[in-house]
């Protein structure tokens, strides 16, 4: 055979596009040449292929090697290619017969001994397999994670040996066992005493989907009851799962199996970086707003943070993805996360709680303005949260259990998805009239209250969700005034008028 075709996947952000390792066998000095815009590690694969061959026992063809790596323009990078690009060698050199790789993909990189090394990004590969009805060999590292694909045709292999012996049909590479999940290990929202507002506000939130940022001096419980925030959250569902599980497939940390359906938490470093927040490299991996995909995102000490990171998420809180773009190609993940941010009164903390504070109006101010007014619009509630003394926290007992409200909120979303098919954050402009209409008299108290507390029209439409959210766990079907003035209360720094030392001392 002078030519052979045999198909492999590359990866552009969670997509695993077709690619196509075309072997031409032909006349002349023996020599390799890979051509199809591959970077540098794919041309070292030609080294990586012949030794693994030789030290398998096999013979490298001494003729002269054409690899085609199809189409030409996709840019393809890492070492995934190398077991197709064997494959492809060992059928133009008739050491393989033919007839067995058209229904097969391969993926994998090649050890010099001929072992089977895992790769990143392997749950896309056999999504994009699974549709394409073809069955997906891979390393033994990434054969669990494959095999997350329900329907899916997967087959684990740890050698090049065994690989060919399944082509030949002498001994078929086995199925990856059934992963086993590990267990929903989140912190328990019964933990948390005192802070009742602050509760009913997580709750709301998660029923809704909607951003969230606590407000207060140090020890009030912010960072505490925003990690309690994924165990009120429901399951996610298969399809949520796959798309969380792709984006963690191809990020520098990986897939772990064992958490397929568990809702990300993700809480950066107010130190990190625009790249590692919103994603970055060549090629581009994603970043920490992608990693939290259908789960939170919790940016602790908000104020702390860049201004030009923060000002970054403002596009992905609207649009639920993000584009990074490269020369000649773009790459698009998603970054559909839930917003819980936290943040003190002043640098120090204290400023209006106690004498220990020795910050001025103008140094409040400046800290507060570390925020920009269109991020702070994009974050649906803003919740206070009062010092609680130990005398008071003592006498408080502990409240629901997180198992408790979450099956409120699972009921409030189950209404949602029924009259919209989406959550009540994602509800557009026109969508709003629809599905959460306000009858004469709350929409004329939601219009006194932008009046007088200036809000802006984005906000109005936030306040609003959020009131459909609270009528959606109180099970009715209209938005009262009672809703309304309880998601009017959320805005709590709109209402204050951003005054810091009024906002400690409420």
């Known amino acids: 055979m002078d030519l052979a075709t045999v198909y492999c996947r590359a990866e552009v952000g969670i997509d695993a596009p077709l690619v196509r390792?075309?072997?031409?066998?032909?006349?002349?000095?023996?020599?390799?040449?890979?051509?199809?815009?591959?970077?540098?590690?794919?041309k070292e694969s030609r080294d990586r292929v012949q030794a693994a061959l030789e030290n398998s026992g096999f013979l490298f063809p001494r003729t002269r090697l054409t690899i085609n790596l199809a189409p030409a323009d996709l840019p393809k990078a890492g070492g995934r290619y190398d077991l197709a690009?064997?494959?492809?060698?060992?059928?133009?050199?008739d050491q393989l017969p033919a007839d067995r790789v058209a229904d097969h993909e391969f993926l994998g990189e090649l050890g010099l001994d001929g072992s089977l090394r895992?790769?990143?990004?392997?749950?896309?590969?056999?999504?994009?397999?699974?549709?394409?009805?073809?069955?997906?060999?891979?390393?033994?590292?990434?054969?669990?994670?494959?095999?997350?694909?329900?329907?899916?045709?997967?087959?684990?292999?740890?050698?090049?040996?065994?690989?060919?012996?399944?082509?030949?049909?002498?001994?078929?590479?086995?199925?990856?066992?059934p992963?086993?999940?590990?267990?929903?290990?989140?912190?328990?929202?019964?933990?948390?005493?005192?802070?009742?507002?602050?509760?009913?506000?997580?709750?709301?939130?998660?029923?809704?989907?909607?951003n969230l940022l606590f407000y207060g001096p140090p020890g009030t419980g912010k960072t505490m009851l925003a990690s309690r925030l994924p165990g009120v959250l429901p399951e996610l569902s298969e399809s949520q799962a796959l798309e969380s599980a792709s984006v963690?497939?191809?990020?520098?940390?990986?897939?772990?199996?064992?958490?397929?359906?568990?809702?990300?938490?993700?809480?950066?470093?107010?130190?990190?970086?625009?790249?590692?927040?919103?994603?970055?490299?060549?090629?581009?991996?994603?970043?920490?707003?992608?990693?939290s995909h259908n789960g939170v995102l919790f940016l602790d000490e908000l104020p702390e943070f860049t201004r030009h990171v923060l000002?970054?998420?403002?596009?992905?809180?609207?649009?639920?993805?993000?584009?990074?773009?490269?020369?000649?190609?773009?790459?698009?993940?998603?970054?559909?996360?839930?917003?819980?941010?936290a943040m003190n009164p002043c640098k120090c903390g204290y400023y209006g709680v106690d004498s220990r504070c020795q910050c001025g109006p103008a140094e409040v101010q400046r800290y507060?303005?570390?925020?920009?007014?269109?991020?702070?619009?994009?974050?649906?509630?803003?919740?206070?949260?009062?010092?609680?003394?130990?005398?008071?926290?003592?006498?408080?007992?502990?409240?629901?259990?997180?198992?408790?409200?979450?099956?409120?909120?699972?009921?409030?979303?189950?209404?949602?998805?029924?009259?919209?098919?989406?959550?009540?954050?994602?509800?557009?402009?026109?969508?709003?009239?629809?599905?959460?209409p306000l009858d004469k008299r709350t929409k004329t108290m939601l219009e006194n209250v932008a009046d007088q507390l200036g809000l802006s029209t984005r906000a109005c439409h936030r306040v609003q969700r959020v009131a459909r959210t609270i009528a959606d766990l109180a099970g009715e079907r209209e938005i009262?005034?009672?809703?309304?003035?309880?998601?009017?209360?959320?805005?709590?720094l709109d209402r204050l008028s951003l005054d810091p030392a009024n906002v400690a001392k409420s």
């Not at 690009?85 to 050199?93: F, H």
């Not at 009262?480 to 709590?492: P, T």
Request: charged letters at 20%; proline letters at 6%.
């Open 21 to 42: 390792v075309e072997v031409h066998s032909g006349n002349g000095l023996p020599k390799v040449t890979i051509v199809g815009l591959a970077q540098t590690a794919v």
């Open 311 to 341: 000002e970054m998420l403002r596009e992905p809180l609207e649009s639920g993805a993000i584009t990074l773009s490269r020369a000649g190609y773009q790459v698009t993940f998603p970054a559909r996360f839930q917003l819980v941010a």
């Open 480 to 492: 009262s005034i009672q809703h309304l003035s309880e998601a009017v209360q959320y805005r709590q």
């Open 179 to 210: 992963q086993e999940l590990g267990p929903r290990v989140v912190p328990d929202l019964a933990d948390v005493r005192g802070q009742h507002q602050a509760r009913r506000a997580l709750e709301v939130a998660a029923a809704g989907g909607h």
């Open 85 to 93: 690009i064997a494959v492809g060698v060992l059928l133009v050199s």
């Open 118 to 177: 895992g790769i990143r990004g392997g749950l896309p590969v056999s999504l994009a397999a699974s549709r394409a009805k073809r069955t997906l060999i891979i390393a033994e590292a990434n054969a669990q994670e494959a095999a997350l694909v329900s329907n899916s045709q997967v087959r684990e292999a740890s050698h090049l040996l065994e690989v060919c012996a399944h082509l030949c049909g002498t001994q078929p590479l086995s199925e990856p066992d």
């Open 248 to 291: 963690a497939s191809v990020s520098h940390r990986g897939l772990n199996p064992k958490e397929f359906r568990c809702r990300p938490f993700r809480s950066p470093h107010h130190s990190a970086s625009a790249a590692a927040l919103v994603g970055g490299g060549t090629p581009p991996t994603p970043g920490e707003i992608s990693l």
């Open 368 to 436: 507060r303005q570390r925020i920009s007014g269109p991020l702070l619009d994009r974050i649906d509630m803003h919740v206070l949260m009062p010092r609680v003394t130990l005398r008071e926290l003592n006498k408080t007992p502990g409240g629901e259990a997180s198992e408790t409200v979450r099956e409120r909120v699972a009921a409030g979303q189950i209404m949602q998805h029924e009259r919209q098919q989406q959550l009540n954050a994602q509800l557009s402009g026109s969508a709003l009239d629809q599905f959460a």
